[in-house]
């Protein structure tokens, strides 16, 4: 199986910084797409970034030039670099994957899977 596991999140004024990480780890033969989305209580899962294998890159409106998603392949991580935070910001960061994996018997399976989220509360 594949783990996504992020970390990096924490409690930071508004104007300030925060590094996410996600460390993805497991049978994993190739990562195609990784992604970060957020969950603002009472609200719905919303797109944050995503990256392609290639290195493209994807922003949600609100994000753009503040945030930046990156990855490092031979590591399987991603990172998101948040910077100008708002308090519009706090949510729940969750890390998606999208890949393939091998099973103990050698056979290739896709994978579409999440992390458990890491908490970002941007005070005012």
């Known amino acids: 199986q594949v783990q996504l596991v992020e970390s990096g999140g924490g409690l930071v004024q508004a104007g300030g910084s925060l590094r996410l990480s996600c460390a993805a780890s497991?049978?994993?033969?190739?990562?195609?797409?990784m992604g970060w989305y957020r969950q603002a209580p009472g609200k719905q899962r919303e797109l944050v970034a995503s990256i392609t294998s290639g290195g493209s890159t994807n922003y949600a409106d609100s994000m753009k030039g503040r945030f930046t998603i990156s990855r490092d392949a031979v590591k399987n991580t991603a990172f998101l670099q948040m910077n100008s935070l708002k308090p519009e910001d706090t949510a729940v960061y969750y890390c998606?994957?999208?890949?393939?994996?091998?099973?103990?018997?050698?056979?290739?399976?896709?994978?579409?899977?999440w992390g458990q989220g890491t908490l970002v509360t941007v005070s005012s």
């Open positions: 497991g049978n994993i033969f190739s990562i195609n797409n």
């Open positions: 998606n994957g999208q890949g393939v994996r091998r099973s103990a018997t050698g056979r290739l399976f896709d994978f579409d899977v």
